[in-house]
């Protein structure tokens, strides 16, 4: 079955640590997104990727980095330098273009800080 | 810049009722894509419905049906013969035509069905 996978569901980590988030694609779709969920808001979004070894910076980047070395992988790493970063975290992504620009998402992680 | 306005922060509906998710938005362009999703319990996001700008006819997906009036910014979301498992968020989206990259979201709708 193709899809979007995440893991892991459930992410605690310690003040101070960086964590990754892992999302992996089986669609072969060019074009990924991460976006931050918090109580009572919208989605916002973090990084996104049009094609491989390019990314570009959404709303709210700061304190997170990504990489885009595999069309099929967009890993998310929170770092410590973001200071509230327990929150529901959604990766999505589509064909790319005109023809592909409905957006599947993953089951998303929910990351805690401890 | 674009925005999605969602001005029912929570909504309530008898099962087997109708009702109708507002939603507006506020572009430049005259070419864009218009989504719903639905946000469940268990948080996985699911396309519930698509619209394309240019198109004049309401798309309609089983129970799910929009009003789309381009003239007044507004994508309304329609569901008929409310079920229990409707309940979610639901969220209203826009993404460009013309540019290729993010989709906006409103800040969403919370659906309560009631028995």
């Known amino acids: 079955d193709g899809g979007i996978t995440q893991s892991p569901k459930y992410l605690f980590r310690k003040e101070g640590q960086n964590v990754t988030l892992s999302c992996e694609q089986n669609l072969n779709h060019d074009a990924m997104y991460w976006y931050r969920q918090d109580p009572g808001q919208g989605l916002r979004l973090i990084y996104y990727s049009q094609i491989v070894n390019d990314f570009q910076k959404g709303d709210i980047a700061e304190g997170y980095s990504v990489s885009r070395e595999k069309k099929e992988s967009f890993p998310l790493t929170v770092t410590s330098a973001q200071k509230n970063p327990t929150a529901f975290y959604l990766c999505?992504?589509?064909?790319?273009?005109?023809?592909?620009?409905?957006?599947?998402f993953g089951p998303g992680t929910r990351l805690t800080v401890l | 810049a674009q925005t999605v306005t969602q001005s029912q922060p929570e909504m309530s509906v008898q099962e087997a009722e109708t009702v109708t998710l507002s939603c507006t938005y506020d572009?430049?362009?005259?070419?864009?894509?218009l989504f719903w999703y639905k946000q469940p319990p268990s948080r996985q996001m699911i396309l519930v419905i698509r619209q394309e700008a240019y198109k004049q006819q309401n798309a309609t997906e089983n129970r799910f049906s929009v009003n789309f009036q381009k003239a007044a910014k507004s994508f309304s979301l329609k569901i008929s013969d409310s079920q229990l498992g409707d309940a979610a968020m639901y969220f209203c989206a826009y993404r460009s035509a013309v540019r290729d990259d993010k989709i906006i979201f409103g800040k969403g709708t919370r659906l309560h069905i009631l028995p």
């Open positions: 572009t430049s362009e005259s070419d864009y894509y």
């Open positions: 999505a992504s589509n064909r790319g273009g005109q023809a592909g620009v409905t957006q599947y």
